[in-house]
């Protein structure tokens, strides 16, 4: 593959010049310089041309201003943008947010060992405040049902010139949700999206204090506008689903149609260890509805430890195929990292002690295997399951708990597992951003213990906290 020649396109609108300023510094501190820069303009003068200029005196040919004459939001800008780019990926930038200097470097280091050419990018990313780096967002790798209920990936992407012209222009009836309905429709088109694990952009929070009654409006106006996405993707697939609405409004549930459950009681397994108690209502029914989607093998439930603790809401693994139990030992009252415990999403394994396994996957691929005993024997099953195209997913809104939990698997057991997926193994988990803790203290920043807390970034270097460091 050729070098890969980058797009960057900012949607400039009601522009304070300083931090904008800060934005196109950081641009010109790319360590790659394969790339050009389209700047579309909806403030009022002209003086953001005039610092462009000044910025980029040595490559003012790679520079593009348009000032646009009927301002019709972002949605539009970005088609502007991508129409008149001339790069091989598309890279959409907020006006005030900034990149790490190893930001594009690293996505053509992607772009270039990748056979794919409708591939999506995205990165880890952190918050600036003022002049301070501070939350850290380390994301999940793709993680389709997580993507159905909140905007993980965040705004920040990058997606090849061939692929946007096979998904079409932005919506620009979205007013706030347009990249979010952008990367569904990517997700549903069937695009390979690639997480580098690396703090790369750095999201500029504007709002530091209580919202005023116009702000708390735009942002309620925008939540509905990612609910409602969300909803149509899903229906537009033939899925029959419903929506309920959180306070919070960062995260949305989906509801998917289980009314025929008794009627195909033969397509499904419901796995009920006698030593689990359920502690919530209708899991059979609720667990039937996830395994409705096609792609869906494996459901999973949370359950819940001593003292008001997670035992575990999925499992993690490993590269040596130990599997470490999701969100063990935390409180069940507080908030969890990303609020990632409360969210459905697809994960490497379930609990056997209580989940649902597709009958005619189950036939497929032969049953669980006889010689693997405890998690070893439902990870093996849910990694072949993977291997065939299908999907393992925990529904967290479905509770057991353990009378006496029991764990029972030999050395020969794992030994097995581990010749058999040796090469699948060494990538580590599919689902984990190894930034985060791998152990019984996972899903919570470095160096945190307890109840998750966010914590500034160190200032030496935008560079050091990564995947690699």
């Given at each position: 593959m050729e070098t890969p020649y980058f797009s960057l396109i900012v949607w400039a609108h009601d522009t304070d010049q300083d931090m904008f300023k800060d934005?196109?510094?950081?641009?010109?501190?790319?360590?790659?310089?394969?790339?050009?820069?389209?700047?579309?303009?909806?403030?009022?003068?002209?003086?953001?041309?005039?610092?462009?200029?000044?910025?980029f005196p040595d490559i003012v040919d790679k520079v593009h201003y348009r000032k646009l004459?009927?301002?019709?939001?972002?949605?539009?800008?970005?088609?502007?943008?991508?129409?008149?780019?001339?790069?091989?990926?598309?890279?959409?930038?907020?006006?005030y947010d900034r990149l790490s200097s190893k930001t594009l470097l690293e996505m053509a280091q992607v772009a270039y060992k990748s056979e794919a050419e409708n591939l999506v990018?995205?990165?880890?990313?952190?918050?600036?405040?003022?002049?301070?780096?501070?939350?850290?967002?380390?994301?999940?790798?793709?993680?389709?049902?997580?993507?159905?209920?909140?905007?993980?990936?965040?705004?920040f992407i990058c997606i090849s010139k061939k692929l946007y012209k096979k998904c079409g222009s932005f919506q620009e009836k979205a007013k706030y949700a347009y990249m979010y309905d952008y990367i569904l429709r990517c997700c549903f088109k069937g695009a390979v999206f690639e997480h580098i694990p690396m703090l790369l952009y750095h999201k500029r929070r504007l709002i530091n204090g209580p919202l005023t009654k116009e702000q708390r409006q735009e942002r309620s106006y925008a939540y509905k506008e990612h609910v409602a996405l969300a909803a149509t993707y899903l229906r537009q697939s033939g899925m029959v689903i419903s929506t309920i609405s959180e306070p919070n409004e960062t995260k949305w549930g989906i509801v998917y149609d289980s009314s025929d459950f008794k009627r195909f009681s033969k397509d499904y397994i419901f796995m009920h260890d006698d030593n689990v108690k359920l502690i919530t209502r209708n899991n059979a029914k609720t667990l039937y509805g996830y395994l409705k989607i096609p792609d869906v093998a494996v459901v999973g439930v949370r359950f819940l430890g001593r003292l008001f603790t997670v035992d575990n809401i999925g499992f993690a693994i490993d590269n040596e195929g130990f599997t470490y139990p999701a969100f063990h030992g935390q409180k069940i009252y507080h908030s969890s990292y990303e609020d990632l415990a409360l969210i459905p999403r697809d994960v490497a394994t379930v609990d056997s002690g209580c989940c649902m396994i597709d009958a005619k996957v189950y036939r497929k691929l032969g049953g669980f295997n006889p010689s693997l005993t405890g998690r070893d024997a439902m990870l093996d099953f849910c990694m072949r399951a993977r291997a065939k195209g299908y999907r393992t997913i925990v529904a967290p809104e479905c509770i057991a708990k353990y009378k006496k939990k029991e764990e029972i698997s030999s050395q020969t057991s794992h030994e097995l597992l581990v010749s058999t997926w040796q090469d699948e193994l060494k990538s580590g988990d599919p689902y984990y951003n190894m930034n985060l803790p791998l152990g019984l203290s996972n899903y919570m920043l470095p160096g945190v213990d307890g109840e998750f807390v966010y914590q500034p970034m160190k200032e030496s270097s935008e560079d050091d906290i990564s995947a690699d460091s």
């Amino acid at each position: 593959m050729e070098t890969p020649y980058f797009s960057l396109i900012v949607w400039a609108h009601d522009t304070d010049q300083d931090m904008f300023k800060d934005m196109l510094e950081s641009i010109d501190e790319q360590e790659y310089r394969e790339f050009e820069l389209y700047i579309l303009d909806e403030s009022k003068t002209d003086a953001l041309e005039v610092i462009i200029k000044e910025f980029f005196p040595d490559i003012v040919d790679k520079v593009h201003y348009r000032k646009l004459k009927n301002p019709k939001g972002g949605a539009y800008a970005n088609n502007i943008g991508s129409h008149f780019a001339e790069g091989d990926y598309l890279v959409y930038i907020n006006q005030y947010d900034r990149l790490s200097s190893k930001t594009l470097l690293e996505m053509a280091q992607v772009a270039y060992k990748s056979e794919a050419e409708n591939l999506v990018i995205y990165t880890d990313h952190d918050e600036l405040v003022g002049q301070d780096r501070m939350n850290p967002h380390f994301k999940e790798h793709y993680n389709r049902e997580l993507l159905m209920h909140t905007h993980y990936m965040g705004d920040f992407i990058c997606i090849s010139k061939k692929l946007y012209k096979k998904c079409g222009s932005f919506q620009e009836k979205a007013k706030y949700a347009y990249m979010y309905d952008y990367i569904l429709r990517c997700c549903f088109k069937g695009a390979v999206f690639e997480h580098i694990p690396m703090l790369l952009y750095h999201k500029r929070r504007l709002i530091n204090g209580p919202l005023t009654k116009e702000q708390r409006q735009e942002r309620s106006y925008a939540y509905k506008e990612h609910v409602a996405l969300a909803a149509t993707y899903l229906r537009q697939s033939g899925m029959v689903i419903s929506t309920i609405s959180e306070p919070n409004e960062t995260k949305w549930g989906i509801v998917y149609d289980s009314s025929d459950f008794k009627r195909f009681s033969k397509d499904y397994i419901f796995m009920h260890d006698d030593n689990v108690k359920l502690i919530t209502r209708n899991n059979a029914k609720t667990l039937y509805g996830y395994l409705k989607i096609p792609d869906v093998a494996v459901v999973g439930v949370r359950f819940l430890g001593r003292l008001f603790t997670v035992d575990n809401i999925g499992f993690a693994i490993d590269n040596e195929g130990f599997t470490y139990p999701a969100f063990h030992g935390q409180k069940i009252y507080h908030s969890s990292y990303e609020d990632l415990a409360l969210i459905p999403r697809d994960v490497a394994t379930v609990d056997s002690g209580c989940c649902m396994i597709d009958a005619k996957v189950y036939r497929k691929l032969g049953g669980f295997n006889p010689s693997l005993t405890g998690r070893d024997a439902m990870l093996d099953f849910c990694m072949r399951a993977r291997a065939k195209g299908y999907r393992t997913i925990v529904a967290p809104e479905c509770i057991a708990k353990y009378k006496k939990k029991e764990e029972i698997s030999s050395q020969t057991s794992h030994e097995l597992l581990v010749s058999t997926w040796q090469d699948e193994l060494k990538s580590g988990d599919p689902y984990y951003n190894m930034n985060l803790p791998l152990g019984l203290s996972n899903y919570m920043l470095p160096g945190v213990d307890g109840e998750f807390v966010y914590q500034p970034m160190k200032e030496s270097s935008e560079d050091d906290i990564s995947a690699d460091s």
